[in-house]
């Protein structure tokens, strides 16, 4: 824990030593913890650290989306070795500043059930901070996934999310992991519903499917690589790579010399290769 | 001209007045806790009340445009009930340090009980420790003897006086507290407490320094425009612009901005109101179309 503590300050910089004293409030009397957790923000500040991709422990996290009060949560929290019962009545009687800084320091503490029980809270919210906060810009829900309670169908439709809300896979930092075929159907299904409904559909559906296909992939992927949307077809060829079906092959050939993008156009290329 | 309305109980009022408000120029708006027309029996319902005040209620702002911030107290009416005083006492302090809390109130007193005495010494000390203002409500029976007493309650707790704001006042009181050094507020009424002549008489007579006013709108007959509408009466008897925005917007803010959670900055631009994000699966729409509202 220490050594967590240690990395935590180094990427609190300045804002180290204010997080110390938050700590030492909480040391004097632990009935302070619900008192002291709602001002992180304003004391240790709530604008992005920047950075990039980084390791904290075992967790990957991108501090381009990390805020001091959020690295110092996680701090507190774990150097108080806060309870599930306590991080809970912290989400549960928190504002939304107080959950969003909570699911973030979730990125940093030990995976467990508290883990699994938060990303249910996340999915049945439609705060889009909130879903971002658990499942974007770390490797939180990748290391989540086979946990008890976070069997593959319960975490099919906690990415799932992400589909409804329209947040990049791509922020969800190894999600592409656990495609499967199951995850593939409901995301068709989706889309298939999406579609009759005039709505645009989740441009990583294609990127997904390509990966673990299930009855009907084929058909959407190849269809895809006409779409009009740009982010469509990307995913699409994206998608039709992964799968690798040399039968397929054709319509990446027939796509190719009418393909206006030059970064679509590399991919076509690579199924061709 | 910009409008921060500074006692105001949205709990109470429709989506209707949010839209009112905005048109009108309200930006920001503050709302006390307070006493919701009949006692609660237990300290579970005050832990939702002041739940909604820094959850649902923001977000139901925030989609017409208008911040919204709060004080967090236990009212001077419940401040007599045995059944939950005690124990709202013991969960303020968590709600103190909440974001859009920038003071303590409404407390005071009602019924001038010495359990109100008690329960408003009290939570002056709760201000200090988190370093917060406070709104104090004042008595409507016997309201001179209620101000002085209130005001006496603050110089025993040692509170400072420009960090208080004593509210509901009228043309008596402000003869008592202009020198003191505290804050003076004025709730506009459509019958009762103060109306907008006399209020642009009062403005008249003593100017608007540490003054504000509000509608105290909630439940009973009220109304949420009377700010914007007490504006307009100071313009038409000849105010300068300069001292009516000193009252309706610098005033309040600075006020609240003691708290060092709100200032006139945070206010420049609208609350983003994005009518597509729910709070916690609701929204305001009911059904309608986020881009035809």
Aim: with cysteine; glycine share 8%; aromatic share 6%.
């Amino acid at each position: 824990m220490s050594r967590m503590h240690e990395q935590l300050a180094t990427l609190l910089g300045p804002a180290a030593a204010g997080a110390d004293a938050e700590f030492a409030k909480v040391l004097a009397d632990r009935s302070h913890l619900p008192v002291v957790f709602p001002g992180l923000p304003r004391r240790l500040g709530r604008n992005h650290l920047g950075g990039g991709r980084t390791r904290v422990g075992d967790a990957t996290i991108d501090l381009d989306a990390f805020r001091p009060c959020d690295l110092a949560a996680a701090d507190l929290l774990i150097r108080c070795e806060a309870s599930d019962d306590e991080l809970f009545d912290l989400y549960q009687h928190g504002d939304i500043e107080e959950r969003t800084m909570l699911l973030r320091a979730l990125h940093v503490l030990p995976v467990g059930p508290i883990t699994v029980r938060m990303f249910g809270e996340a999915q049945r919210t439609n705060m889009l901070v909130h879903v971002e906060a658990a499942l974007c810009d770390g490797d939180l829900f990748a290391r989540t996934v086979g946990q008890p309670g976070f069997e593959p169908d319960v975490a099919n439709r906690v990415l799932l999310k992400l589909a409804f809300l329209d947040l990049p896979l791509a922020r969800c930092l190894f999600a592409e992991r656990h495609a499967n075929p199951g995850l593939s159907t409901m995301l068709q299904d989706l889309a298939t519903e999406r579609e009759a409904a005039g709505r645009a559909v989740w441009r990583d559906t294609w990127r997904m499917i390509g990966l673990a296909p299930t009855a009907g992939s084929a058909a959407r992927l190849v269809g895809g690589l006409e779409h009009g949307d740009d982010g469509v077809r990307a995913a699409a060829a994206e998608g039709l790579l992964a799968l690798g079906r040399k039968d397929l092959f054709a319509f990446a050939e027939e796509r190719l010399p009418r393909e206006p993008r030059a970064d679509i156009r590399a991919i076509l290329q690579r199924c061709l290769a | 001209m910009l409008i921060f309305e500074p006692h105001i109980h949205m709990f109470s009022r429709i989506t209707d007045d949010y839209e009112r408000l905005a048109l009108a120029g309200v930006r920001g708006v503050l709302e006390p806790a307070f006493w919701l027309g009949q006692n609660r029996t237990s300290v579970g319902t005050f832990v939702d009340y002041f739940e909604t005040l820094i959850g649902w209620e923001r977000h139901r702002a925030q989609q017409f445009g208008i911040h919204h911030f709060c004080t967090m107290g236990l009212n001077p009416r419940e401040a007599n009930d045995d059944r939950v005083n005690k124990d709202v006492l013991a969960i303020l302090p968590r709600y103190c340090e909440k974001d859009s809390c920038v003071g303590v109130g409404e407390i005071g007193l009602d019924d001038q009980t010495k359990t109100e005495e008690k329960f408003m010494a009290e939570q002056l000390e709760l201000a200090k420790r988190h370093d917060l203002p406070v709104l104090v409500h004042t008595p409507h029976r016997d309201k001179k003897k209620g101000f002085e007493r209130c005001i006496a309650i603050v110089k025993e707790q040692n509170f400072p006086m420009q960090k208080l704001l004593l509210d509901h006042g009228n043309e008596e009181t402000i003869k008592i507290t202009r020198d003191l050094g505290c804050w003076s507020g004025f709730s506009i009424y459509p019958n009762t407490k103060m109306d907008p002549a006399r209020m642009v008489a009062i403005v008249l007579e003593y100017g608007v320094e540490r003054f504000v006013i509000n509608s105290a709108a909630d439940w009973g007959v009220s109304d949420p425009m009377m700010v914007p509408r007490t504006v307009v009466k100071l313009e038409q008897a000849g105010v300068p612009r300069s001292k009516i925005e000193q009252l309706v917007w610098k005033n309040p803010i600075g006020f609240f901005a003691q708290s060092g959670r709100i200032s006139e900055q945070m206010l420049q631009q609208p609350a983003r109101a994005n009518l597509r994000e729910t709070f916690d699966g609701n929204s305001v729409l009911r059904g309608q179309d986020p881009d035809r509202v």
